[in-house]
């Protein structure tokens, strides 16, 4: 009988993908499904990205790049960063990944193993707590509170560190809230942190440019003190409607460098060649399609909140960041993933239960507002309907 190592049993995987399978299943079936399950811009990545990748194929950048990425993009990456947040990051520590799950996956590599604790957030994105289960450190949640506008305290998560913590991710703004934490809870985060040198920190930056109302964005860049330390995941996926293309970036102090840049050479050898050429001309080119998907977000945000407000038995937070709408389904009096599960099976409404980004999620229902404004509308007329013929309410 042939055995893996005890890490496989551990590792957990992404129930979106689980749901997207699903609900294309049943639309392959006949079904009318409107899927506001799975976290992907339902725009076209921008003509003059796509351009810059076919050219580059026509130029013949058809072979292998350096695992680090293509300098000019590397640059890119570097001067993008200082236009956002005016911080100086050297093109030499930014490393070019296919997709911004690999970051999650060597960070948490670098720092887990057993007798090793990790905090994340929770709710948060499952691949965090998977992966630290799988490398056999101890995951510790840092919880995300409804009351708290889905922001993480600062103080709550400093009081989670021990002497054996050895990483502490971070995301905002958030995954499946669309919690955006402001700048004074993250500057206590990060004066607590300068007294906790053993500390690494990821921070997933993934929707950095998804913000509304004049939320502002705080990246940890911005925090000197930290850079040395300091791990920042973002990249293409979100912001320029590129999930498919498979395209994010790192930026790595100097004194992990090297080791991410090993693990790249034995894992993929290197991104896409032409890809990495549609990436630089999304940093490069005009801004204008991003500006406009963010503001047609902005309007599905408003139709959803309202929406969802509108159901007796549901209440929902207003998100400032990213494109997911995280309702509280508590006086319904159904579970969460049963919820979801009756929406997909009998309405045709794909949406991700709570408990799948955490223990924190029960009583939660994550829904995607990256479709149209029609099917919106569509979607929470059938969930409306839904629950006033099935409401489970005492």
Same mark, same amino acid.
């Given at each position: 009988?042939?055995?893996?190592?005890?890490?496989?049993?551990?590792?957990?995987?992404? !129930?979106?993908?689980?749901?997207?399978?699903?609900?294309?299943?049943?639309?392959?079936? $006949?079904?009318?499904?409107?899927?506001?399950?799975?976290?992907?811009?339902?725009?076209?990545?921008?003509?003059?990205?796509?351009?810059?990748?076919?050219?580059?194929?026509?130029?013949?950048?058809?072979?292998?790049? &350096?695992?680090?990425?293509?300098? *000019?993009?590397?640059?890119?990456?570097?001067?993008?960063?200082?236009?956002?947040?005016?911080?100086?990051?050297?093109?030499?520590?930014?490393?070019?990944?296919?997709?911004?799950?690999?970051?999650?996956?060597?960070?948490?590599?670098?720092?887990?193993?057993?007798?090793?604790?990790?905090?994340? *957030?929770?709710?948060?994105?499952?691949?965090?707590?998977?992966?630290?289960?799988?490398?056999?450190?101890?995951?510790? &949640?840092?919880?995300?509170?409804?009351?708290?506008?889905?922001?993480?305290?600062?103080?709550?998560?400093?009081?989670?560190?021990?002497?054996?913590?050895?990483?502490?991710?971070?995301?905002? &703004?958030? !995954? *499946?809230?669309?919690?955006?934490?402001?700048?004074?809870?993250?500057?206590?985060?990060?004066?607590?942190?300068?007294?906790?040198?053993?500390?690494?920190?990821?921070?997933?930056?993934?929707?950095?440019?998804?913000?509304?109302?004049?939320?502002?964005?705080?990246?940890?860049?911005?925090?000197?003190?930290?850079?040395?330390?300091?791990?920042?995941?973002? $990249?293409?996926?979100?912001?320029?409607?590129?999930?498919?293309?498979?395209?994010?970036?790192?930026?790595? &102090?100097?004194?992990?460098?090297?080791?991410? =840049?090993?693990?790249?050479?034995?894992?993929?050898?290197?991104?896409?060649?032409?890809?990495?050429?549609?990436?630089?001309?999304?940093?490069? $080119?005009?801004?204008?399609?991003?500006?406009?998907?963010?503001?047609?977000?902005?309007? =599905?945000?408003?139709?959803?909140?309202?929406?969802?407000?509108?159901?007796?038995?549901?209440?929902?937070?207003?998100?400032?960041?990213?494109?997911?709408?995280?309702?509280?389904?508590?006086?319904?009096?159904?579970?969460?993933?049963?919820?979801?599960?009756?929406?997909?099976?009998?309405?045709?409404?794909?949406?991700?239960?709570?408990?799948?980004? $955490?223990?924190?999620?029960?009583?939660?229902?994550?829904?995607?507002?990256?479709?149209?404004?029609?099917?919106?509308?569509?979607?929470?007329?059938?969930?409306? !309907?839904?629950? !006033?013929?099935?409401?489970?309410?005492?």
């Amino acid at each position: 009988m042939l055995k893996t190592i005890d890490g496989f049993d551990r590792i957990g995987e992404e !129930n979106a993908f689980a749901v997207l399978a699903r609900a294309t299943e049943l639309a392959q079936s $006949g079904r009318d499904v409107i899927n506001l399950g799975i976290g992907q811009p339902d725009f076209k990545t921008p003509d003059h990205i796509v351009e810059a990748a076919v050219k580059a194929l026509r130029d013949g950048h058809h072979g292998y790049t &350096p695992a680090t990425g293509i300098a *000019p993009l590397r640059e890119a990456v570097s001067s993008d960063l200082h236009k956002r947040y005016r911080v100086e990051t050297d093109p030499g520590n930014v490393l070019i990944v296919p997709g911004g799950k690999v970051t999650m996956f060597m960070a948490i590599l670098m720092f887990g193993e057993p007798g090793a604790e990790i905090l994340y *957030p929770d709710p948060g994105f499952p691949i965090y707590r998977s992966m630290i289960e799988f490398t056999g450190a101890r995951p510790v &949640p840092v919880p995300i509170r409804e009351e708290n506008d889905f922001a993480f305290s600062a103080e709550e998560t400093l009081s989670l560190v021990s002497d054996r913590t050895r990483l502490l991710i971070l995301n905002s &703004p958030a !995954n *499946p809230t669309g919690g955006v934490t402001p700048r004074a809870e993250i500057e206590k985060l990060a004066a607590g942190l300068e007294a906790l040198p053993h500390v690494a920190i990821l921070s997933d930056e993934i929707y950095s440019q998804m913000t509304y109302d004049g939320t502002e964005h705080v990246s940890l860049l911005e925090f000197e003190d930290l850079r040395d330390r300091l791990i920042l995941l973002d $990249g293409w996926s979100k912001t320029y409607a590129m999930t498919g293309w498979r395209m994010g970036y790192s930026v790595w &102090p100097d004194t992990l460098f090297d080791k991410a =840049r090993k693990l790249a050479v034995n894992a993929w050898s290197c991104v896409n060649a032409p890809a990495q050429f549609g990436g630089l001309a999304a940093l490069n $080119g005009p801004q204008d399609a991003v500006r406009d998907m963010v503001a047609e977000f902005d309007g =599905r945000r408003r139709l959803i909140v309202d929406g969802l407000n509108a159901i007796e038995g549901l209440s929902c937070k207003t998100p400032r960041g990213a494109f997911y709408a995280y309702p509280n389904i508590r006086s319904t009096g159904w579970k969460a993933k049963d919820l979801a599960s009756a929406l997909l099976e009998e309405e045709g409404v794909a949406t991700i239960g709570g408990p799948d980004f $955490g223990t924190m999620g029960e009583g939660y229902i994550r829904l995607s507002y990256a479709n149209s404004s029609e099917n919106i509308l569509a979607a929470l007329d059938r969930i409306k !309907n839904f629950l !006033n013929f099935n409401s489970l309410k005492t």
